[in-house]
C-alpha cells in the first residue's frame, strides 16, 4: 500500500550507479550457475514473450527488469530499478516515473522512456496481453524527455505497483513483430540480468549474463540454469542430491529429507497468504449447485474440516489454521473488525457434531439410506474436490478434507487432474470444488480482491482465484475504492466492511495461512535470505519480483 502520496518524490537510492556496465568475460568452464526451478515443466518450450502465460518462467524479472521492485515483506517499499523515480499527483489521477540514465538493451541499443511508452501503447492494442489488467486503470501514456506519464481511468494509489508488474520491452525489436501474441522470442532481448540463452534442449536451458546490463558490478550470478522438472517427486530426488541451488516447493518432513542430508541445504519458510476451499456456486450439477448455494451447506462444510490435522499432516506443521470466514488470517490481523471475525469463528472451527446439526437445521437428510445428506429437495450431492497433479501438499490436503467431509455425511471424493485442466474446469465453471491458494500482498487487498472481485469472472481473469461466482455487487464496490484513498484510517474502514461481507456469505472456506516455501543451498552460493536476513520474500517463483533482488545479494563461493 501507498500511503500519503503525492507529488514528493519517493524514490529509494539503489545501489548502482545509472551508467552501464559491460560484464567480465568468462570461460564457460568458470561461470557461476545459479540452478533454480522457477516451475515445473512436464516439457519446456522455449519461449521468452513476457506477455504470454505459456512463457518460460524466468523471463519476467531476469529478462525483463521491471521498472520499480515494490518490497512487499518490507510494506511495499519501493527499490528503484529501470525507473530512478516515481511519483503520484495530489489527486491519484497521474503517475509519474522517471527513467534510468545510461541503461542499455543487451543488443547494445540504447532503453529509454520511448520503449516504456510503446510496451503500454502494445498492450492497449492488443488486450490479449494484458495479464494484469493494467489497461483497466491506465488512459493513456506518454513520454516527456527522459519521464512516461500515465493518465488513469480513475484515483487509485496502487496503480504504481500495478504498472511495476507490466513488462517493458523493446520498441525495435517488437514494433518488427507481426503478432506479438503468438510471438515466442526465442532468442530475447532484454534489460534484465540474464538475456543470452546459452544453452536450450528439451531438458535444461541455461541463460546467461546480459553483456550490457546496466548493474553488472553488482551481479556476481553469471548463468541460470534450469533443469526440466515435471513434478514435486522428481524435484525431491534432486534437491536431497544437492543439484539445486534454488527452489520453492514443498518438501515433504523438510528437516529429515532436505536439511539433514546435506549441512549446506538450508531453508526458510516465510508467512504466505490464505489456502482455502473454493465451492462453485454454478456447479454443473443439480445437487450440488442447490447445495453450494446454500449457506448454511458452506458453513457446514467449514465445519467439518479439521484444519489442524490438514496442517500436520499435509503440510507438516508449517502454517495456522484459519478460522477468519473471510479468509483475513492472523497475518493481517490489524485489518480485521474482531468483532465480526468472532461472530463467524465457530463456522470456521472444526466440529463435526456441529456440522451435522446445522445441515439438519437446513434441511439436508439422508432421505436414500447411504450415509450421505440429500439436499432440501431431496436431490443427491456428489462432490468432486479438485487440487493440480503433483502438488503433493495439496492433494493430501484435499484427501483429508474428502475424509472429513465424509464423515460429516457430505459425499465428497478427490481429484488430481493436470494443472491445465484443473485451471480449465475453474475458467469454464464446471468443477465443484477446488483447493487453491491466493496471492499475500502489504496489506489485504490483492487477497481479496484477487479473490472475490467479480471482475475477475469474465473468463479472462486469474480461474484459480475468482471462478467461485459468487458475486455482490457492494463488495466489488468497497474492492474497487480500497485504493481510492492513500488514508490507511479509511482503508481500515473499507476493509471492514469487505470483510463484514465476505464473512456472513461464507463465500470460500479458508483453511490455513501458509508458509512460503524456500529452500536454498549454501555448497555454491552466498548471501540468501532467511530469518536471520529477512530481507524480502525469496521465492524463485514468478510473479515474486523481489527474486531479482535477491539474486543481486549472492555470491559463489571461491
Known amino acids: 500500500m501507498l500511503a500519503n502520496i503525492n507529488k514528493t518524490k519517493l524514490a529509494l537510492a539503489v545501489v548502482a550507479a545509472a ?41 519476467s524479472d531476469f529478462v525483463y527488469e521491471p ?36 541503461v542499455k538493451w543487451s543488443d547494445g541499443k540504447a532503453f ?23 489497461n483497466k486503470w491506465v488512459k493513456s501514456v506518454k513520454q516527456d524527455g527522459n519521464k512516461v506519464i500515465f493518465d488513469l481511468t480513475e484515483a487509485n494509489s496502487n496503480v504504481p505497483f500495478e504498472i511495476s508488474f507490466v513488462p517493458v520491452v523493446p520498441k525495435h525489436i517488437w514494433s518488427k513483430v507481426e503478432n506479438p501474441s503468438t510471438f515466442t522470442n526465442e532468442n530475447p532481448v532484454g534489460t534484465g540480468p540474464f538475456t543470452e540463452i546459452d544453452t536450450f534442449t528439451p531438458q535444461l536451458y541455461v541463460q546467461c549474463r546480459n ?18 522438472i515435471a513434478n514435486n517427486d522428481q524435484l525431491l530426488t534432486k ?11 514443498f518438501i515433504p518432513d523438510i528437516d529429515s529429507t532436505y536439511a539433514a542430508a546435506n549441512p549446506n541445504h538450508k531453508y526458510w519458510y516465510p508467512a504466505a497468504g490464505t489456502q482455502s476451499f473454493m465451492l462453485n456456486f454454478k456447479s454443473p450439477k443439480a445437487g450440488n449447485k442447490e447445495a453450494i448455494n446454500n449457506v448454511d451447506f458452506r458453513r457446514a462444510f467449514s465445519m467439518a474440516i479439521d484444519r489442524q490435522t490438514i496442517i500436520d499432516i499435509a503440510f507438516y506443521g508449517a502454517g495456522t489454521p484459519n478460522d477468519y470466514a473471510s479468509g483475513l488470517g492472523d497475518g493481517f490481523k490489524t485489518w480485521s473488525d474482531e468483532a465480526v471475525h468472532n461472530k463467524y469463528k465457530a463456522f470456521n472451527t472444526y466440529n463435526v457434531k456441529g456440522a451435522k446439526e446445522l445441515l439438519a437445521k437446513a434441511g439436508f437428510k439422508d432421505t436414500d439410506g447411504d450415509g450421505f445428506v440429500e439436499t432440501p429437495t431431496g436431490k443427491k450431492i456428489e462432490l468432486t474436490v479438485q487440487s493440480p497433479n503433483g502438488w503433493t501438499d495439496f492433494n493430501n490436503t484435499v484427501q483429508l478434507g474428502v475424509e472429513q467431509l465424509q464423515e460429516a455425511g457430505i459425499n465428497a471424493k478427490a481429484s488430481t487432474p493436470d494443472f491445465a485442466v484443473y485451471n480449465e474446469a475453474m475458467l469454464n465453471g464446471t468443477y465443484d ?36 461466482f459468487f458475486k455482490n455487487a457492494e463488495l466489488d464496490k468497497l474492492l474497487d475504492s480500497f485504493y481510492k484513498t492513500a488514508d490507511k484510517g479509511e ?33 555454491r552460493f552466498t548471501g540468501w535470505w532467511n530469518e536471520k536476513n529477512p530481507q524480502g520474500r525469496p521465492m524463485v517463483w514468478a510473479g515474486v519480483p523481489e527474486r531479482l533482488l535477491q539474486v543481486l545479494d549472492l555470491k559463489p563461493k571461491a
Request: charged fraction near 20%; glycine fraction near 4%.
Open 211 to 228: 553483456p550490457n546490463y546496466w548493474d553488472n558490478d553488482n551481479l556476481e550470478v553469471d548463468c541460470l540454469r534450469v533443469p526440466q
Open 67 to 102: 521498472l520499480v521492485v515494490f518490497n512487499q515483506m518490507k510494506g511495499n517499499e519501493p527499490v528503484m530499478r529501470l525507473a530512478k523515480d516515481y511519483y503520484m499527483s495530489d489527486d491519484l489521477m497521474q503517475v509519474t516515473f522517471e527513467i534510468r540514465d545510461g
Open 112 to 134: 529509454s522512456a520511448d520503449d516504456v511508452v510503446y510496451s503500454f501503447d502494445l498492450i492497449k492494442k492488443n488486450p490479449e496481453l494484458d495479464q494484469r489488467g493494467i
Open 239 to 249: 534437491i536431497i542430491n544437492s543439484e539445486l541451488d534454488w527452489t520453492s516447493s
Open 19 to 59: 551508467t552501464a556496465f559491460t560484464a567480465p568475460v568468462v570461460s564457460a568452464a568458470e561461470k557461476s550457475e545459479l540452478t533454480v526451478v522457477p516451475n515445473f515443466y512436464p516439457t519446456m518450450v522455449r519461449n521468452f514473450n513476457p506477455y504470454l502465460s505459456t512463457n518460460l518462467h524466468t523471463t
Open 491 to 523: 482503508q481500515t474502514k473499507i476493509a471492514h466492511s469487505i470483510q463484514k461481507i465476505i464473512a456472513e456469505n461464507q463465500v470460500t472456506v479458508p483453511v490455513m495461512s501458509g508458509a512460503n516455501n524456500f529452500q536454498y543451498n549454501e555448497t
Open 433 to 468: 470444488v477446488a483447493y487453491t491458494n491466493y496471492f499475500n500482498g502489504a496489506d489485504p487487498y490483492l487477497y481479496w480482491d484477487s479473490a472475490y472481485n467479480s471482475r475477475y469472472q469474465s473468463g479472462d481473469g486469474m480461474p484459480r482465484f475468482a471462478m467461485h
